[in-house]
């Protein structure tokens, strides 16, 4: 089997100001492969990335997903990058999808086979709209009935410094939650590396009676010190790893034992074939995995592949406002139910893009550097 086109898809995300990016890989078998790379407001660049990967790409053998990521991340010498591992990411979707149709099989026996029947998934997303603390209780309350037994949000909004004030305003917004969700119901904290050294400690001391799943990117992610130092100093978990490429920039995260759960996107960490990795090394050093997911239902689905073959998944990120969408752009949907997603079924993704509904999303155009101001509290 050859491959034959490479091409891109894009629409706006209505739930939010970015666009999806699909990539679709044609072959001579007559069998196409999506996969997904958004990137929010670079998706210029990495149209354009995956179409001069695509150049070379046409004539390969889909099938040899090692040998073309590799080929894809070596063959220049500044290797890496948001732009670049989100093209080689969305590729290796595509060829897993690919390679699963032509099998006849579900990505996740490539992958060795299914170690679990459903995913536990965690709600993001479920607090839109919400501004008091009885708006975010009524909504917590809600997707907590809806079967969810996990839920994420961000108390600590705001920039670098943190004030008293900001810390007893998402302190108190956590112990509210708690009050209404009870004891039974996991909530992480996601703090977005908005914070500085003290006030991060300070937050997650604050945090430590409500019993937390996790605290998520408490400071940058890109200092394996300072976060070793934060988890040594709290005493609650430390999650991070959505802004971290390949299975060596979540090396030294791991060396240390700075974090007990990492965070890979399967669309910008190197695909199925690099999440597959990070969850092994992970495992050897007994930390899980809840594989961030922000983007649009390609990335979900292919995530919950990955999920259902690695035995150290925690949990699966599934922004629950999309879910419509998600649903409305599948062939198939993905059901969620009870707290877990059901694992997709049929040959390759077990299900595929409606592609002739994204004409009805035309995507954003935005200013690719967005206004920032790093010291307003
Ligand atoms: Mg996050």
């Not at 407001?41 to 990967?53: G, M, Q, R, V």
């Not at 009676?209 to 394996?224: M, Q, S, T």
């Amino acid at each position: 089997m050859k491959i034959t086109n490479v091409r891109t898809l894009r629409m706006g995300a209505p739930a939010n100001d970015w666009n999806w990016l699909f990539v679709r890989i044609e072959t001579d078998a007559g069998i196409h492969g999506i996969g997904e790379g958004s990137l929010q407001y670079k998706d210029a660049a990495l149209k354009n990335e995956i179409k001069e990967f695509g150049r070379w790409l046409v004539g390969q053998d889909p099938f040899q997903t090692e040998y073309l990521w590799n080929a894809m991340h070596r063959q220049v010498t500044w290797t890496g990058g948001p732009v670049t591992m989100s093209a080689i990411s969305a590729i290796d979707l595509a060829l897993h999808d690919i390679k699963g149709k032509a099998l006849g099989v579900p990505v996740y026996e490539l992958l060795g086979g299914k170690v679990r029947c459903q995913v536990p998934v965690y709600a993001n997303g479920w607090f839109h709209g919400a501004s008091s603390s009885q708006e975010y209780t009524d909504r917590a309350k809600y997707v907590v009935d809806e079967g969810y037994k996990a839920l994420k949000f961000y108390p600590f909004g705001g920039s670098q410094v943190a004030t008293p004030e900001r810390i007893d305003r998402g302190a108190a917004l956590v112990e509210t939650v708690r009050e209404a969700v009870g004891s039974h119901v996991e909530i992480a904290i996601d703090v977005r590396a908005q914070l500085d050294m003290g006030g991060a400690i300070r937050a997650a001391q604050r945090l430590e009676p409500f019993d937390i799943a996790w605290l998520e990117e408490p400071v940058g992610f890109d200092n394996v010190g300072s976060l070793c130092e934060m988890a040594r100093a709290v005493r609650v978990p430390i999650a991070t790893g959505e802004q971290l490429y390949t299975r060596w920039e979540f090396r030294a995260l791991l060396e240390e034992n700075a974090v007990r759960i990492v965070q890979p996107d399967i669309c910008h960490a190197g695909g199925i074939s690099e999440l597959k990795k990070i969850a092994s090394a992970a495992e050897t050093y007994y930390v899980t995995v809840a594989p961030h997911n922000s983007n649009g239902p390609i990335s979900t689905v292919a995530s919950l592949h990955l999920d259902a073959s690695i035995p150290n998944c925690l949990m699966q990120e599934v922004f629950v406002a999309f879910l419509p969408l998600y649903n409305e752009m599948l062939t198939e949907p993905i059901v969620i139910e009870d707290g877990y997603a059901s694992l997709p079924e049929g040959p390759g993704w077990g299900t595929d893009l409606n592609e002739e509904l994204i004409e009805a999303y035309p995507p954003h155009s935005y200013a690719p550097v967005r206004p920032w101001e790093p010291y307003y509290h």
